[in-house]
C-alpha cells in the first residue's frame, strides 16, 4: 500500500510515523509537510486545500490511499475531489465536514439523533448573544461558528470578555454559539467510521490554555497523554446494562450521529473527534471535529500496534466491520508541545532550533514536527505557533511523563515555551468522575 499523508503539522507528522510502522505500507509520502516530515518521506509542494492539486497528485503517484490531516482542507471538500478522481480517501466530504465546520449545524445534528451535549443558542447579534449569556450564566461559554484552529473559544467567568469575543466573531461576518458550562474533566475520543461500522481509538485528555493550572487563552493543544486510568472505572446506562467510557460514548454519541449524517445523505468517512465532558450528569459532547487532534494524536498513536494505514483503508473502503480488536504497546505516552515565542497571538519565526537529536538519543523519546522549516543553510529554523511535540513514552505515566520532559529539557530556541503540568493531576491522582450506572 502506498499513502499520501496531506497536511503540515504534527498530527500529519505521527500519521507518517504510524503508517512507516505497519507491514503493509510498502510507501508514504506527504504534501506539504514540514522540515520533520521531510527527513522521514518525500514531500509534494503544493496547497493542502486544493482539491484539484491534491488528486492530480494521487492519481499522478498512484496512490492506494490519501489521509487529510487538517480540517481546512475537508472543509474545503478536497476529500470529494479525491474521491471524484477514484482514489480511496480517509476524511469526510465537505458536506460531513460541516460538523467542524458548523458548530451550529453539529448542534442541530446532535439534536436529531438525541446526542447528549450542552444547551446552546447560535446568536448572529450581540442582542441575542447578550441574551443568551444572561440565560446561561457564568462561566460562560462562546464559540466561534466556523473554523477557528482551536483558538475560537472563549470560557471566561466576565461578561464583558464573553460578549467582546461574540462582537469580534460578529465583525469579521461570523456568528457564534453560545452554550451553558459543562461541569467535569473533558476527554478526547478518535471514532474511525466507514459511513457505518466504527471503531474506537484510545481515550486521550489534552491542555489547551497556554499556560500552567490552565491559565491564559486557548491554543491548539499543548500536550496530551493518554491511556486515561481515572476513566477505568467509569460506568453509565446504555440501554438499561452499565457501559464503560468508550461503549457510552460510541452508543450514545458517536453510532447516533454518524447514523444522523448517513440518513441525510451524508455519509460520514474519517475519523470524528468527540471532545467530550465527564459531568456530574454523564457524558456530554463539548465539540466534534472531522480529524485526528493536535496534540492527542501524536500520543494516541504512539501506542497503537495495529496497522494504522490497513485500519485507515478499512474505513475508506467501507470495510471496518472486517477489523479485528485493536492492539496497543503496554504502557503511556504522554506529549509536550514546544511553541514558538508570543504564541497563540503572533508567534515568532525564524529562531534556530537546537538539540532534537539530542532528545531523541534518550530512551522511549520521540520529537515530531509542526512548525518547522529548513533555512538555506540547511538549519532547522520555527515557522509556527506550535514547533515540536516531543512523546514520552513508559509502563507508568509518571514515567513516562518524565521522559517526555527529559527530551524538552534537550531542545532549545530563544523564547521557546511550554507547559511544565501536562499529565501531573493524574499523577497526582487528582481527577475524579462520578460513575452514573
Known amino acids: 500500500m502506498k499513502i499520501l499523508v496531506v497536511g503540515p503539522g504534527g498530527r500529519e507528522h505521527a500519521i507518517v510515523r504510524a503508517c512507516l510502522r505497519d507491514p503493509a505500507v510498502e510507501a508514504v509520502e506527504a504534501a506539504p509537510g514540514n522540515a520533520g516530515i521531510a527527513r522521514d518521506v518525500p514531500c509534494h509542494s503544493i496547497d493542502a486545500s486544493n482539491g484539484t492539486e491534491v488528486a492530480a497528485l494521487a492519481v499522478e503517484r498512484g496512490f492506494d490511499l490519501v ?5 481546512a482542507p475537508l472543509a474545503a471538500g478536497v476529500a470529494d475531489a479525491v474521491r471524484t478522481a477514484g482514489v480511496p480517501v480517509f476524511g469526510p466530504s465537505r458536506a460531513a465536514s460541516q460538523l467542524e465546520a458548523s458548530k451550529a449545524f453539529a448542534k442541530e445534528i446532535m439534536a436529531a439523533a438525541g446526542v447528549p451535549t450542552a444547551e446552546a443558542v447560535h446568536a ?20 466561534d461558528d466556523g473554523l477557528a484552529a482551536g483558538k475560537g473559544v472563549v470560557v471566561t467567568e466576565d461578561r464583558h470578555t464573553a460578549l467582546a469575543h461574540a462582537q469580534s466573531c460578529f465583525d469579521a461576518g461570523g456568528s457564534v454559539v453560545i452554550e451553558e458550562f459543562l461541569d467535569g474533566p473533558e476527554v478526547s475520543l478518535f471514532v474511525l467510521s466507514d459511513g457505518q461500522n466504527l471503531v474506537a481509538l484510545s481515550p486521550a485528555q489534552d491542555f489547551k490554555r497556554i499556560h500552567d493550572g490552565d491559565a491564559g487563552p486557548n491554543t491548539g493543544g499543548m500536550g496530551a497523554y ?6 477505568s472505572d467509569y460506568r453509565e446506562s446504555v440501554g438499561g446494562a452499565p457501559a464503560d467510557f468508550t461503549g457510552v460514548v460510541l452508543e450514545k454519541v458517536a453510532r447516533p450521529t454518524v447514523t444522523e449524517m448517513a440518513r441525510r445523505g451524508t455519509p460520514f468517512v474519517g475519523v470524528l473527534y468527540c471532545g467530550l465532558a465527564v459531568t456530574s450528569r454523564g457524558v456530554r459532547v463539548v465539540e466534534f471535529n472531522v480529524r485526528f487532534g493536535d496534540p492527542e494524536t501524536q500520543a494516541v498513536l504512539e501506542r497503537l500496534e495495529t496497522g494504522l494505514g490497513g485500519l485507515m483503508l478499512q474505513a475508506a473502503t467501507g470495510e471496518l466491520d472486517e477489523q479485528t480488536p485493536l492492539q496497543w504497546r503496554e504502557g503511556y505516552a504522554v506529549d509536550v508541545v514546544l511553541a514558538a515565542e508570543n504564541y497563540p497571538e503572533t508567534p515568532r519565526k525564524g529562531d534556530l532550533i537546537t538539540g532534537i537529536e539530542d532528545a531523541e538519543a534518550l530512551e522511549g523519546v520521540s520529537v515530531l514536527h509542526a512548525g518547522t522549516s529548513t533555512d538555506d543553510a540547511g538549519a532547522l529554523r520555527t515557522a509556527g505557533g506550535r514547533v515540536l511535540a516531543v512523546v514520552g513514552t513508559g509502563q507508568s505515566l509518571a514515567a513516562a511523563r518524565d521522559r517526555a520532559y527529559a527530551g524538552v529539557a534537550k531542545i532549545s530556541w530563544p523564547g521557546v515555551q511550554h507547559r511544565t503540568d501536562i499529565a501531573a493531576k493524574a499523577i497526582a491522582a487528582e481527577i475524579t468522575v462520578e460513575t452514573q450506572a
Open 67 to 71: 489521509v487529510i490531516g487538517p480540517e
Open 124 to 143: 448572529n447579534d450581540a442582542a441575542v448573544a447578550a441574551a443568551a449569556l444572561d440565560r446561561f450564566g457564568p462561566p460562560y461559554v462562546v464559540k
Open 226 to 231: 493518554t491511556p486515561l486510568d481515572w476513566l
